[in-house]
């Protein structure tokens, strides 16, 4: 490709795409790397920058976050460039030997779900490239070269066993619906999904099978994004696409963790990541209560409203899975001020997960019992304002009072009195760069064993006591 193919290339897909064109090196969803001067003909200039626009645009095609989509590249990037996410390349130029290898390398690197890349022969490079590979090991070889007919084969098969598993249950309008029944059917799909999976995990005694048959789905969606990879540019694939996109969201709102994240762009599955429906792939947990039926689906303060609305969703399982992600996503953000509080209650909603996994309760009873954690964790925030405490002392005397015999031996009056102490000392002694040296730490201890000393604090507690004040404190300290 001579440097007036690129830039007659450029105008030809701009032509077809206006959207991806812009004047700015930042912006834009295609870009031209390429050498020239002041001599070239003035179209050419826009193209044409020294190293540190190459680096720059090097920079863009490794973030995956970042619009640029397509690169024409002329004699540049083959050493020193690389970028996990790119995953076809389209050739046109004759290549041999270790440069051959050191192009197709620019693609080929697994990246999250990515298995490897595509190489688009324009020119007839397939001999080249087998003679090339005779330098490396009979596996490398295997594994290079993958035909379309066997990864459009591995796709079938994988699209196949999705469908199975949806057997019974009608999504097509995941598929081929208005935004609004997407939505809906997605939360759908997912009550199904997590139903058939604690069906079969509860037929299953072994603590692994059973872990395995609860994300069952998922894994399989995994396998299919690869295939998916591999196979993207046959018309199956294409045929397939939006169907694919619906599994791959499926997937995505069953693992989504965090209370109101959408899903991000690192966490989509790379191989689809731009086939879903937009009303599909950026819909958090909130819409997708939503869809199910939820009239209020404010989740900010895990409200009365919200909860008792949660209960009486049709979607039970739904219904379950959202309300233990969206409490998992509360108790980690309070872990950001009191570890102590965050650890009890974390503890507690793994030991309820474990009983209703185990089969001790039913869906009805989980569904109670997180309700109840909820409204205890929503009413804690008031506890310090109750005993006259600031948010830093009451998750000191928590940590202080964890231990039974020491508020029998001390009183909560006195505990308080310590964790007052505790703020403020530690608010005069510490110091920018305390958690970088050992010495600051070291002082840090030394601190609160003497206020623990000062105030009477059991000595036989105290080894303990010290260790979670200090963890309390780092936690503090660096939310702070």
């Known amino acids: 490709m001579s440097r007036k193919i690129c830039v007659d290339l450029y105008e030809q897909i701009v032509a077809l795409r206006p959207d991806w064109h812009s004047e700015e090196d930042t912006e834009g969803a295609i870009k031209i790397v390429m050498t020239g001067s002041a001599s070239d003909p003035l179209e050419w200039q826009q193209h044409i920058g020294n190293k540190a626009r190459r680096d720059m645009l090097a920079k863009r095609a490794r973030d995956t976050n970042d619009p640029l989509?397509?690169?024409?590249?002329?004699?540049?990037?083959?050493?020193?460039?690389?970028?996990?996410?790119?995953?076809t390349m389209y050739i046109d130029k004759p290549m041999r030997g270790h440069g051959l290898m050191q192009?197709?390398?620019?693609?080929?690197?697994?990246?999250?779900?990515?298995?490897?890349?595509?190489?688009?022969?324009?020119?007839?490079?397939?001999?080249?490239?087998?003679?090339?590979?005779?330098?490396?090991?009979?596996?490398?070889?295997?594994?290079?070269?993958?035909?379309?007919?066997?990864?459009?084969?591995?796709l079938q098969e994988f699209v196949e066993q999705c469908r199975d598993f949806f057997y019974g249950h009608d999504y097509s309008l995941g598929v081929f619906g208005k935004p609004k029944e997407r939505l809906f059917a997605l939360a759908e799909a997912m009550e199904w999904a997590l139903d058939?999976?604690?069906?079969k995990a509860d037929q299953i005694s072994d603590a692994k099978e059973k872990r395995k048959a609860l994300s069952q789905f998922r894994e399989l969606v995994s396998q299919l994004s690869k295939a998916f990879a591999l196979a993207s540019a046959s018309d199956y694939a294409q045929d397939v696409k939006e169907e694919v996109g619906f599994f791959q969201a499926?997937?995505?709102?069953?693992?989504?963790?965090?209370?109101?994240?959408?899903?991000?762009?690192?966490?989509?599955?790379?191989a689809v990541a731009q086939l879903m429906s937009d009303a599909i792939s950026d819909a958090s947990i909130v819409d997708v209560l939503a869809a199910a039926g939820m009239k209020s689906p404010e989740i900010s303060a895990l409200s009365d409203e919200f909860l008792s609305e949660i209960q009486n969703m049709k979607q039970k399982n739904l219904a379950l899975e959202a309300l233990r992600k969206l409490l998992a996503g509360e108790i980690r953000s309070r872990q950001q001020q009191n570890v102590v509080e965050a650890k009890a209650f974390s503890d507690r909603l793994e030991a309820a997960v474990a009983r209703y996994h185990a089969n001790a309760i039913t869906s009805l009873e989980m569904i109670q019992e997180l309700i109840d954690m909820a409204k205890e964790l929503s009413a804690s925030v008031q506890r310090g304002e109750e005993m006259g405490m600031s948010n830093e002392e009451l998750a000191f005397y928590d940590a202080l009072s964890q231990n039974e015999s020491a508020v029998e031996?001390?009183?909560?009056?006195?505990?308080?009195?310590?964790?007052?102490?505790?703020?403020?000392q530690l608010q005069k002694n510490v110091t920018v760069d305390w958690h970088l040296k050992e010495s600051a730490r070291a002082k840090l201890r030394v601190l609160v064993r003497r206020i623990l000393k000062k105030f009477g604090y059991p000595p036989d507690l105290a080894p303990l006591a010290i260790n979670t004040v200090l963890s309390q404190a780092e936690t503090l300290l660096r939310w702070a």
């Open 103 to 154: 192009a197709i390398a620019r693609v080929n690197r697994v990246f999250k779900d990515k298995p490897g890349g595509l190489v688009v022969d324009y020119i007839g490079i397939g001999q080249n490239l087998k003679a090339a590979l005779q330098n490396y090991t009979a596996t490398d070889r295997n594994q290079t070269g993958i035909s379309e007919d066997e990864a459009v084969a591995a």
């Open 196 to 199: 058939l999976q604690k069906s």
């Open 250 to 270: 499926v997937k995505a709102g069953l693992s989504k963790t965090a209370p109101k994240s959408k899903i991000s762009t690192k966490d989509k599955e790379f």
């Open 409 to 424: 031996a001390m009183g909560n009056d006195e505990l308080r009195l310590i964790a007052h102490e505790l703020v403020e």
């Open 69 to 87: 989509k397509l690169v024409l590249v002329r004699d540049m990037w083959l050493t020193g460039f690389d970028a996990p996410s790119m995953h």
